[in-house]
């Protein structure tokens, strides 16, 4: 037994434990001494991770249930922080709403463990017991106020549709275990490569599982919870379900994809070509038509996933693989970036939310640049990287996914995502717009932005995407080993 | 001073004043935020002249190169370059830039250091625009330059600002973002390289030189702007702030210009020469159709504007004539038509802050109480309408006799402009500025101050120089352009 491979499993798993127990026992309304064990052991997990990501161990353990590899141990590692990241931001909204306490964190820290599970699984099974794990806690997440009826809706959506898919999922597994014999995926690779299988019922089980995936990733037309669960749910919770775990969603992609059925690309591919132009395009023209904030940047999200598509479905040409590992590591760097942007975002909306306001309607934003000109600047930043304008991160992001796609031959495909992009501009630089061109409003104007840690984070997040623009290098790199150690 | 990196400093201090800028906030210190604008400006405008004076007029090559790796997974690298066609727009962009900060002194009153910030990280971004020798960085630049640019529009406009603000940004937006894909396409083809010199020798089919081109096409007339795409830049113009209108005529207009000398006409020979007459027919109809749409236009800055779009016209007609005459008369009226709408947008700002109109129709006998500003108004005007002794003169007349030279007919379309250009100026200038005065607003009006005298008097200086004496212009020039036009002229097919 390999126990060392799976110490941050282990060590979340307690900590997890220790948070719940210890709130139980500490008696403060503001669950300081909770809320400091969990980011003081997010912290040290993000040590323990980043260690193993720079010993560039590559192991497999719980008889070959999970596995230890470069991908894996970075993804962590971006997981955790996005997790700390959301936990600080939420402080304030969550304590004016009376959601704040060690439920909350045990039940952030176990969606966690999903992600790792996910992330490090190696097994069909594996992976579809870490998506329930974290969906599970993401369901009771999006519920947790109790008392309001739009996030009680939201979540009974959530639930409804995210059982739908991981059915979708369950079923594709078990069409490729009832095909190759083997929940392993290195052995369901070999199969699929090595036996002569029947392809139908291979095929078949890709469908529901690319279904299965574009559901938890949020493509269209699998999309439907995702406006309503944004708009629904606590705008911490949406930081919660939207942001780390799009990270694990991307690498039970490749897992589930690449991995097991890589020998299957050109299938899944031409089904990934159809998610994307769709997510694309309506992601980009349903934004338009959005008065809150929140469903706006939803409808975005759609649009953002759609672009990760572009990249994933570039790894194999005309059976020829040799372009995987800069295919997906594109995909992996516009994930990482989607989310560090998706953080500051609704860490904006989080930051000028206020007991009783929450900041979500876009009108709610009139003025902005007069009344907090910092807040509004970073704010500016990750919408201009949202829209994909250099000098900001997402230009890089959507630059290397374009390099990708093109390589492969697909030119009207980019056309078609460049178009679109434009589209999608004009609603980004429409809340530039409402920040800058217009005047405060009454109520706009009353708000005053909160202060402190969750401040100063935010405005290094916005800092962190232009950095990140001018110095794309180091994070493209970092990608490309990953995936390319992973892949071999 | 060789040793100093001359271009980075020129992107780099104009961005930094103006990033610090942005953080002195609040009415209080307004002033404090002009003087660091100004004192900024003119940093930035002084490292600029060493440029001048140290550059090589014989080589026809990079000169005051700087290269370093900047994203190595791409190869991109953070390099830079001027040759003699972009040698005069890095001190041109500088100088307007001074320009600006000293027409903002007194007139803009809301976030003026966010006005003036903007300003300066535009002047930076722009020259960037014309100093990299890396598709990527030029890329960068090209677009990063729409953001300052739709925040003063929108911020500072007329009425219907938010309008112009999204028409420019989308308009130039998706043009830019087609040119990226031919960008990343030619990167692919070259094995690997943003390096645009490297790309000048790339072979390429016809298809996709065609192709190219109409991607290039689409990120530089928008910009230019060409007839029929241009219609963005009336409403810009009309809603933009003075100061936004003289940078956008005077420099950003010149990106799209740039791009074609630069990347269309080397890159792409064969297909230049084949859409070569497309790109004349379009030209010729911005001169003398837009020069038409001027005549009738009763808002001052709408005809400047107009009058902008059958200028830059005669720009596009002397790259695509492919002879050295034609090219240099085209860079040389960008430089000039960059002096000279910058000081119409002026002269117009002035009228606007004493008024708050532009309608001709609400003005007429300037002069009787403006006398200093109506005769530098008056030579603007002139200039503008082609002046001989004027630089608004050198440039025509060197783009008409490359026409004549190419083919009789053209040539005698494009100097209708002579006629057209004087005959909407003129009338303006008759209509504002001489006969009895109009009304009672007009003669309660105030003749300039030394501020707006010195930046006037600045860009009077420029116009008659080069008007006067254009072989200082033009030598520094006539490598680098001779040079560009052999790739233009060598075949890429295989």
Same mark, same amino acid.
């Given at each position: 037994?390999?126990?060392?491979?799976?110490?941050?499993?282990?060590?979340?798993?307690?900590?997890?434990?220790?948070?719940?127990?210890?709130?139980?026992?500490?008696?403060?309304?503001?669950?300081?001494?909770?809320?400091?064990?969990?980011?003081?052991?997010?912290?040290?997990?993000?040590?323990?991770?980043?260690?193993?990501?720079?010993?560039?161990?590559?192991?497999?353990?719980?008889?070959?249930?999970?596995?230890?590899?470069?991908?894996?141990?970075?993804?962590?590692?971006?997981?955790?922080?996005?997790?700390?990241?959301?936990?600080?931001?939420?402080?304030?909204?969550?304590?004016?709403?009376?959601?704040?306490?060690?439920?909350?964190?045990?039940?952030?820290?176990?969606?966690?463990?999903?992600?790792?599970?996910?992330?490090?699984?190696?097994?069909?099974?594996?992976?579809?017991?870490?998506?329930?794990?974290?969906?599970?806690?993401?369901?009771?997440?999006?519920?947790?106020?109790?008392?309001?009826?739009?996030?009680?809706?939201?979540?009974? +959506?959530?639930?409804?549709?995210?059982?739908?898919?991981?059915?979708?999922?369950?079923?594709?597994?078990?069409?490729?275990?009832? $095909?190759?014999?083997?929940?392993?995926?290195?052995?369901?690779?070999?199969?699929?490569?090595?036996?002569?299988?029947?392809?139908?019922?291979?095929?078949?089980?890709?469908?529901?599982?690319?279904?299965?995936?574009?559901?938890?990733?949020?493509?269209?037309?699998?999309?439907?919870?995702?406006?309503?669960?944004?708009?629904?749910?606590?705008?911490?919770?949406?930081?919660?379900?939207?942001?780390?775990?799009?990270?694990?969603?991307?690498?039970?992609?490749?897992?589930?994809?690449?991995?097991?059925?890589?020998?299957?690309?050109?299938?899944?591919?031409?089904?990934?070509?159809?998610? $994307?132009?769709?997510?694309?395009?309506?992601?980009?023209?349903?934004?338009? $038509?959005?008065?809150?904030? +929140?469903?706006?940047?939803?409808?975005?999200?759609?649009?953002?996933?759609?672009?990760?598509?572009?990249?994933?479905?570039?790894?194999?040409?005309?059976?020829?693989?040799?372009?995987?590992?800069?295919?997906?590591?594109?995909?992996?760097?516009?994930?990482?970036?989607?989310?560090?942007?998706?953080?500051?975002?609704?860490?904006?909306?989080?930051?000028?939310?206020?007991?009783?306001?929450?900041?979500?309607?876009?009108?709610?934003?009139?003025?902005?640049?007069?009344?907090?000109?910092?807040?509004?600047?970073?704010?500016?930043?990750?919408?201009?990287?949202?829209?994909?304008?250099?000098?900001?991160?997402?230009?890089?992001? +959507?630059?290397?996914?374009?390099?990708?796609?093109?390589?492969?031959?697909?030119?009207?495909?980019?056309?078609?995502?460049?178009?679109?992009?434009?589209?999608?501009?004009?609603?980004?630089?429409?809340?530039?717009?409402?920040?800058?061109?217009?005047?405060?409003?009454?109520?706009?104007?009353?708000?005053?932005?909160?202060?402190?840690?969750?401040?100063?984070?935010?405005?290094?997040?916005?800092?962190?995407?232009?950095?990140?623009?001018?110095?794309?290098?180091?994070?493209?790199?970092?990608?490309?080993?990953?995936?390319?150690?992973?892949?071999? | 001073?060789?040793?100093?990196?001359?271009?980075? /400093?020129?992107?780099?201090?104009?961005?930094?004043?103006?990033?610090?800028?942005?953080?002195?906030?609040?009415?209080?210190?307004?002033?404090?935020? @002009?003087?660091?604008?100004?004192?900024?400006?003119?940093?930035?405008?002084?490292?600029?002249?060493?440029?001048?004076?140290?550059?090589?007029? !014989?080589?026809?090559?990079?000169?005051?190169?700087?290269?370093?790796?900047?994203?190595?997974?791409?190869?991109?690298?953070?390099?830079?370059?001027?040759?003699?066609?972009? /040698?005069?727009?890095?001190?041109?962009?500088?100088?307007?830039?001074?320009?600006?900060?000293?027409?903002?002194?007194?007139?803009?009153?809301?976030?003026?250091?966010? %006005?003036?910030?903007?300003?300066?990280?535009?002047?930076?971004?722009?020259?960037?625009?014309?100093?990299?020798?890396?598709?990527?960085?030029?890329?960068?630049?090209?677009?990063?330059?729409?953001?300052?640019?739709?925040?003063?529009?929108?911020?500072?406009?007329?009425?219907?600002?938010?309008?112009?603000?999204?028409?420019?940004?989308?308009?130039?937006?998706?043009?830019?973002?087609?040119?990226?894909?031919?960008?990343? %396409?030619?990167?692919?083809?070259?094995?690997?390289?943003?390096?645009?010199?490297?790309?000048?020798?790339?072979?390429?089919?016809?298809?996709?030189?065609?192709?190219?081109?109409?991607?290039?096409?689409?990120?530089?007339?928008?910009?230019?702007?060409?007839?029929?795409?241009?219609?963005?830049? &009336?409403?810009?113009?009309?809603?933009?702030?003075?100061?936004?209108?003289?940078?956008?005529?005077?420099?950003?207009?010149?990106?799209?210009?740039?791009?074609?000398?630069?990347?269309?006409?080397?890159?792409?020979?064969?297909?230049?020469?084949?859409?070569?007459?497309?790109?004349?027919?379009?030209?010729?109809?911005?001169?003398?159709?837009?020069?038409?749409?001027?005549?009738?236009?009763?808002?001052?800055?709408?005809?400047?504007?107009?009058?902008?779009?059958?200028?830059?016209?005669?720009?596009?007609?002397?790259?695509?004539?492919?002879?050295?005459?034609?090219?240099?008369?085209?860079?040389?009226?960008?430089?000039?038509?960059?002096?000279?709408?910058?000081?119409?947008?002026? *002269?117009?700002?002035?009228?606007?802050?004493?008024?708050? *109109? @532009?309608?001709?129709?609400?003005?007429?006998?300037?002069?009787? *109480?403006?006398?200093?500003?109506?005769? /530098?108004?008056?030579?603007?005007?002139?200039?503008?309408?082609?002046? &001989?002794?004027?630089?608004?003169?050198?440039?025509?007349?060197?783009?008409?006799?490359?026409?004549?030279?190419?083919?009789?007919?053209?040539?005698?379309?494009?100097? *209708?402009?002579?006629?057209?250009?004087?005959?909407?100026?003129?009338?303006?200038?008759? @209509?504002?500025?001489?006969?009895?005065?109009?009304?009672?607003?007009? !003669?309660?009006?105030?003749?300039?101050?030394?501020?707006?005298?010195?930046?006037?008097?600045?860009?009077?200086?420029?116009?008659?120089?080069?008007?006067?004496?254009?072989?200082?212009?033009?030598?520094?020039?006539?490598?680098?352009?001779?040079?560009?036009?052999?790739?233009?002229?060598?075949?890429?097919?295989?």
């Amino acid at each position: 037994m390999n126990w060392i491979a799976i110490y941050p499993e282990i060590f979340l798993l307690v900590l997890a434990c220790v948070v719940m127990l210890v709130d139980l026992f500490v008696k403060d309304t503001q669950h300081r001494v909770s809320y400091w064990i969990t980011l003081v052991g997010l912290a040290a997990l993000g040590v323990l991770c980043g260690l193993y990501y720079a010993s560039g161990m590559q192991q497999l353990a719980m008889a070959r249930a999970l596995i230890v590899d470069p991908m894996a141990m970075l993804l962590k590692l971006f997981t955790v922080i996005a997790t700390a990241v959301t936990l600080v931001y939420s402080r304030r909204y969550a304590l004016d709403r009376g959601m704040w306490g060690g439920e909350l964190f045990s039940l952030v820290l176990l969606s966690l463990l999903g992600q790792f599970i996910m992330i490090s699984g190696n097994n069909l099974l594996t992976i579809y017991l870490g998506l329930e794990l974290l969906s599970l806690a993401l369901y009771a997440l999006v519920a947790l106020r109790r008392d309001h009826t739009q996030s009680t809706e939201a979540a009974m +959506k959530y639930f409804v549709l995210g059982a739908l898919a991981s059915g979708f999922l369950l079923y594709g597994m078990s069409m490729l275990y009832g $095909a190759t014999g083997s929940l392993d995926l290195v052995t369901i690779f070999r199969m699929i490569a090595v036996e002569p299988i029947n392809r139908a019922v291979l095929v078949l089980g890709v469908v529901f599982i690319v279904a299965g995936l574009a559901f938890k990733l949020g493509a269209v037309p699998f999309h439907m919870w995702i406006p309503d669960v944004y708009q629904g749910a606590p705008t911490a919770v949406v930081l919660m379900v939207g942001a780390a775990p799009k990270l694990a969603a991307f690498a039970m992609a490749i897992r589930l994809l690449v991995e097991g059925m890589f020998p299957l690309a050109m299938d899944w591919q031409g089904m990934l070509v159809v998610l $994307a132009v769709l997510s694309i395009g309506l992601g980009n023209l349903a934004a338009i $038509a959005q008065t809150n904030l +929140k469903r706006m940047l939803a409808y975005s999200t759609i649009a953002q996933v759609g672009f990760v598509l572009l990249a994933l479905l570039s790894g194999m040409l005309n059976g020829n693989g040799l372009s995987a590992s800069t295919a997906y590591s594109g995909a992996m760097f516009y994930m990482v970036i989607y989310v560090l942007t998706t953080l500051g975002t609704f860490g904006v909306i989080l930051l000028l939310a206020r007991e009783g306001f929450e900041a979500e309607d876009i009108r709610d934003f009139a003025g902005l640049a007069k009344t907090d000109p910092w807040m509004a600047g970073v704010m500016t930043f990750l919408l201009f990287s949202l829209a994909g304008i250099p000098p900001f991160a997402g230009f890089y992001a +959507k630059l290397e996914v374009l390099t990708i796609l093109l390589n492969t031959g697909r030119v009207w495909l980019v056309v078609y995502a460049v178009i679109l992009s434009v589209i999608g501009a004009f609603y980004y630089i429409r809340m530039v717009k409402v920040m800058y061109f217009d005047a405060p409003t009454a109520l706009s104007a009353s708000r005053a932005a909160g202060a402190g840690g969750a401040r100063a984070l935010l405005s290094l997040n916005g800092l962190a995407v232009l950095a990140l623009g001018l110095m794309p290098g180091g994070l493209m790199t970092l990608c490309y080993q990953a995936i390319a150690n992973t892949l071999h | 001073m060789q040793s100093l990196p001359l271009l980075s /400093l020129s992107i780099w201090i104009p961005i930094a004043f103006g990033v610090v800028l942005l953080f002195v906030q609040g009415e209080h210190r307004a002033g404090a935020a @002009r003087w660091l604008a100004l004192i900024g400006a003119l940093i930035s405008f002084l490292i600029t002249l060493p440029l001048i004076s140290g550059f090589d007029g !014989a080589q026809a090559g990079m000169q005051f190169v700087e290269s370093v790796p900047w994203i190595r997974p791409f190869n991109i690298n953070y390099a830079l370059g001027i040759d003699g066609v972009s /040698l005069w727009f890095v001190p041109l962009t500088a100088l307007m830039t001074v320009i600006v900060v000293i027409s903002a002194w007194e007139v803009i009153k809301d976030r003026a250091n966010l %006005y003036l910030g903007a300003f300066l990280i535009l002047s930076g971004l722009m020259i960037g625009v014309f100093a990299a020798t890396d598709a990527l960085l030029f890329y960068v630049f090209f677009e990063a330059t729409l953001i300052p640019m739709y925040l003063i529009i929108g911020i500072w406009g007329g009425p219907r600002r938010v309008y112009a603000a999204f028409k420019f940004f989308l308009y130039t937006l998706l043009g830019s973002l087609l040119m990226l894909v031919a960008l990343i %396409y030619l990167y692919l083809q070259s094995g690997g390289s943003f390096d645009i010199a490297n790309w000048y020798h790339v072979p390429l089919s016809m298809t996709a030189q065609v192709f190219i081109f109409i991607a290039f096409f689409f990120a530089f007339a928008v910009k230019i702007p060409m007839w029929p795409v241009h219609t963005w830049l &009336p409403d810009a113009h009309v809603e933009a702030p003075t100061g936004g209108s003289v940078i956008l005529a005077a420099i950003m207009l010149k990106l799209g210009a740039y791009g074609f000398i630069r990347f269309s006409l080397p890159m792409l020979p064969d297909a230049s020469h084949a859409l070569a007459p497309v790109m004349i027919a379009l030209s010729l109809i911005a001169v003398i159709y837009i020069g038409f749409v001027a005549l009738v236009q009763a808002d001052m800055k709408k005809l400047v504007a107009y009058s902008s779009i059958a200028h830059m016209g005669f720009v596009t007609l002397g790259f695509f004539l492919f002879s050295d005459l034609g090219v240099q008369g085209g860079l040389v009226q960008m430089i000039s038509h960059g002096f000279i709408s910058g000081a119409m947008f002026l *002269t117009i700002g002035v009228l606007y802050d004493r008024m708050h *109109t @532009r309608e001709i129709a609400d003005y007429g006998g300037v002069t009787n *109480t403006m006398p200093k500003f109506a005769a /530098l108004a008056v030579l603007f005007g002139m200039a503008n309408a082609g002046l &001989p002794g004027t630089s608004g003169f050198v440039g025509e007349w060197m783009v008409i006799l490359a026409a004549v030279k190419f083919n009789f007919w053209i040539g005698l379309l494009a100097a *209708t402009t002579l006629i057209l250009a004087a005959s909407y100026t003129l009338w303006m200038i008759k @209509r504002v500025y001489f006969g009895p005065i109009g009304n009672a607003h007009v !003669a309660a009006l105030k003749d300039i101050g030394a501020r707006e005298f010195f930046m006037l008097a600045v860009l009077v200086g420029a116009v008659l120089w080069m008007g006067v004496y254009p072989k200082f212009f033009t030598d520094p020039m006539q490598a680098s352009v001779q040079h560009l036009l052999q790739f233009a002229a060598s075949s890429k097919l295989q």
